[in-house]
Protein backbone atom coordinates (compact mmCIF):
# COMPACT_ATOMS: atom_id res chain seq x y z
CA UNK A 1 0.00 0.00 0.00
CA UNK A 2 1.74 2.98 -1.00
CA UNK A 3 2.25 6.10 1.59
CA UNK A 4 0.46 8.68 -0.56
CA UNK A 5 -2.79 9.21 -2.12
CA UNK A 6 -4.80 11.29 -4.17
CA UNK A 7 -7.08 13.11 -1.35
CA UNK A 8 -10.76 13.28 -1.40
CA UNK A 9 -12.53 15.28 -4.10
CA UNK A 10 -14.06 17.45 -1.31
CA UNK A 11 -10.58 17.99 0.42
CA UNK A 12 -8.77 19.08 -2.80
CA UNK A 13 -11.57 21.37 -3.42
CA UNK A 14 -11.64 23.03 -0.09
CA UNK A 15 -7.88 23.58 -1.18
CA UNK A 16 -8.38 24.50 -4.81
CA UNK A 17 -11.08 27.17 -4.40
CA UNK A 18 -9.45 28.53 -1.70
CA UNK A 19 -5.80 29.31 -3.48
CA UNK A 20 -8.14 30.27 -6.63
CA UNK A 21 -8.42 33.58 -4.61
CA UNK A 22 -5.43 34.49 -4.06
CA UNK A 23 -3.81 36.09 -7.45
CA UNK A 24 -0.18 35.46 -6.32
CA UNK A 25 -0.36 32.01 -6.56
CA UNK A 26 -2.75 31.75 -9.99
CA UNK A 27 0.97 30.49 -11.68
CA UNK A 28 2.12 28.09 -9.53
CA UNK A 29 1.65 24.28 -9.89
CA UNK A 30 0.14 22.85 -6.79
CA UNK A 31 -0.51 19.71 -5.37
CA UNK A 32 -2.55 18.20 -3.02
CA UNK A 33 -1.83 14.60 -1.55
CA UNK A 34 -2.86 12.48 0.86
CA UNK A 35 -0.67 10.71 3.87
CA UNK A 36 -2.27 9.45 6.69
CA UNK A 37 1.42 8.47 8.22
CA UNK A 38 2.01 12.05 8.58
CA UNK A 39 2.35 12.55 12.51
CA UNK A 40 0.52 16.60 11.89
CA UNK A 41 -2.47 17.68 9.94
CA UNK A 42 -0.78 19.07 7.02
CA UNK A 43 2.52 19.91 5.65
CA UNK A 44 3.60 22.48 3.17
CA UNK A 45 6.88 21.72 0.95
CA UNK A 46 8.56 23.39 -2.04
CA UNK A 47 9.01 20.90 -4.76
CA UNK A 48 12.76 19.88 -5.11
CA UNK A 49 14.01 20.76 -8.43
CA UNK A 50 14.37 17.05 -9.66
CA UNK A 51 10.50 16.69 -8.46
CA UNK A 52 9.67 19.95 -10.25
CA UNK A 53 11.27 18.96 -13.65
CA UNK A 54 9.70 15.34 -13.77
CA UNK A 55 5.96 17.05 -12.61
CA UNK A 56 5.89 20.24 -13.23
CA UNK A 57 4.90 20.61 -9.46
CA UNK A 58 5.85 23.65 -7.32
CA UNK A 59 4.13 23.21 -4.02
CA UNK A 60 2.95 19.63 -2.65
CA UNK A 61 0.42 19.86 0.40
CA UNK A 62 0.57 17.04 2.62
CA UNK A 63 -2.75 16.53 4.20
CA UNK A 64 -3.20 13.48 6.78
CA UNK A 65 -7.46 12.88 5.70
CA UNK A 66 -7.81 10.40 8.45
CA UNK A 67 -7.04 13.72 11.51
CA UNK A 68 -9.13 16.08 9.09
CA UNK A 69 -11.89 14.23 8.08
CA UNK A 70 -12.67 14.21 11.97
CA UNK A 71 -12.80 18.13 11.77
CA UNK A 72 -16.05 20.09 11.22
CA UNK A 73 -16.65 22.08 7.97
CA UNK A 74 -15.44 25.24 9.75
CA UNK A 75 -12.05 23.82 11.28
CA UNK A 76 -11.61 22.00 8.18
CA UNK A 77 -11.66 25.93 6.25
CA UNK A 78 -9.28 27.08 9.11
CA UNK A 79 -6.67 24.41 8.50
CA UNK A 80 -7.20 25.15 4.65
CA UNK A 81 -6.36 29.03 5.18
CA UNK A 82 -3.60 28.57 7.47
CA UNK A 83 -1.20 26.16 5.42
CA UNK A 84 -2.10 27.86 2.08
CA UNK A 85 -1.24 30.99 3.85
CA UNK A 86 2.30 29.48 3.75
CA UNK A 87 2.65 29.86 0.42
CA UNK A 88 4.39 33.12 -1.00
CA UNK A 89 4.88 33.65 -4.09
CA UNK A 90 6.78 36.95 -5.17
CA UNK A 91 6.03 37.54 -8.32
CA UNK A 92 8.73 40.57 -8.88
CA UNK A 93 11.60 38.75 -8.02
CA UNK A 94 10.00 35.49 -9.27
CA UNK A 95 10.77 33.90 -6.31
CA UNK A 96 8.60 31.00 -4.10
CA UNK A 97 8.78 31.00 -0.29
CA UNK A 98 7.46 29.39 2.77
CA UNK A 99 6.80 31.51 5.74
CA UNK A 100 6.48 30.07 9.00
CA UNK A 101 3.49 31.53 11.38
CA UNK A 102 3.64 34.43 13.72
CA UNK A 103 2.28 32.56 16.42
CA UNK A 104 1.60 28.94 16.48
CA UNK A 105 -0.75 29.78 13.71
CA UNK A 106 -1.39 33.20 11.48
CA UNK A 107 -2.95 36.23 13.28
CA UNK A 108 -4.85 37.16 10.48
CA UNK A 109 -6.69 33.70 11.47
CA UNK A 110 -7.19 34.81 14.93
CA UNK A 111 -8.22 37.64 14.12
CA UNK A 112 -10.94 36.18 11.72
CA UNK A 113 -12.16 33.08 13.77
CA UNK A 114 -10.77 33.97 17.05
CA UNK A 115 -8.50 32.72 19.50
CA UNK A 116 -10.52 30.32 21.32
CA UNK A 117 -11.46 28.78 17.55
CA UNK A 118 -8.21 28.63 16.83
CA UNK A 119 -6.82 27.47 20.00
CA UNK A 120 -9.69 24.93 20.64
CA UNK A 121 -8.81 23.33 16.72
CA UNK A 122 -5.61 22.91 17.55
CA UNK A 123 -6.27 21.33 21.22
CA UNK A 124 -8.22 18.83 19.22
CA UNK A 125 -6.25 17.78 16.66
CA UNK A 126 -3.72 16.80 19.38
CA UNK A 127 -6.07 14.74 20.97
CA UNK A 128 -7.15 12.95 17.60
CA UNK A 129 -3.45 11.86 17.38
CA UNK A 130 -3.25 11.03 21.10
CA UNK A 131 -6.25 9.00 20.74
CA UNK A 132 -4.82 7.48 17.31
CA UNK A 133 -1.53 6.35 18.37
CA UNK A 134 -3.53 4.56 21.12
CA UNK A 135 -6.10 2.50 19.04
CA UNK A 136 -3.22 1.97 16.32
CA UNK A 137 0.15 1.63 17.41
CA UNK A 138 2.72 1.27 15.23
Known sequence: MSRYHEVFEDHEELFTSFIKQIDSLQDLNIKILGCNKLKEICKVSKASDILKHMTNEDIIILL????????????????????????????????????????STFSLLLLKYGAEKCLNLKTLIKEIFASDSETNPE
Request: aromatic fraction near 12%; charged fraction near 45%.
Open 64 to 103: NEEVFEKLEDEQKKIIVEEYVARIYFDAEKDKLTLIAPDF
